[in-house]
């Protein structure tokens, strides 16, 4: 078949996707900036290599499996960083989790990470 013919069908494939989380890879990047600066001296700058709870990886899955990423969210910005919690600009904290996502597996896209569409995202891969 040729190709641009395949494109159709990866599109309307989309919207059954609708649950895995979006972001950009700019967003992760931005992210991965605020996140060295502001968490990774606790959280470890490898999300799982730190004094408190690990950000990424199987245990941190288990934990986060039952909530939505609006709930993960709400904690981090209202409780983080420890030392300033709801410090950061809600850019930041969404730019944050976007990079969060991407340590954890999670492909970029071209739509980008917005707090009104977390409710509907999960960790669950
Ligand atoms: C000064 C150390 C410190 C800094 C800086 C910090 N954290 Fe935390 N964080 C903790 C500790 C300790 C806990 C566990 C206790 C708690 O939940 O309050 C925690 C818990 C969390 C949790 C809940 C994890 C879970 O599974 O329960 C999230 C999410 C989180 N931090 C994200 C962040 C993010 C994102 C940043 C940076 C914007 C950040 N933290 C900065 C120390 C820190």
Redesign the pocket.
């Known amino acids: 078949m040729h190709p641009a013919r395949l494109l159709p069908a990866l599109l309307l494939a989309g919207p059954a996707l609708a649950a895995t989380p979006q972001y950009t890879k700019a967003q992760a990047a931005a992210g991965a900036k605020?996140?060295a600066a502001?968490?990774a001296?606790?959280?470890g700058a490898k999300l799982s290599n730190?004094?408190?709870?690990?950000?990424a990886g199987t245990t941190?899955f288990q934990?986060?499996a039952t909530n939505t990423l609006d709930d993960?969210h709400f904690?981090?910005s209202t409780?983080?960083?420890?030392?300033k919690p709801g410090g950061?600009k809600e850019a930041?904290?969404i730019n944050?989790?976007a990079y969060?996502l991407q340590v954890n597996g999670f492909k970029p896209t071209t739509k980008a990470l917005a707090v009104k569409d977390l409710k509907a995202y999960t960790f669950k891969k």
């Open positions: 605020t996140y502001q968490c001296m606790c959280h730190g004094g408190a709870p690990k950000l941190f934990k986060w993960f904690i981090m409780t983080m960083p420890q030392t950061l930041e904290y944050v989790l969060i």
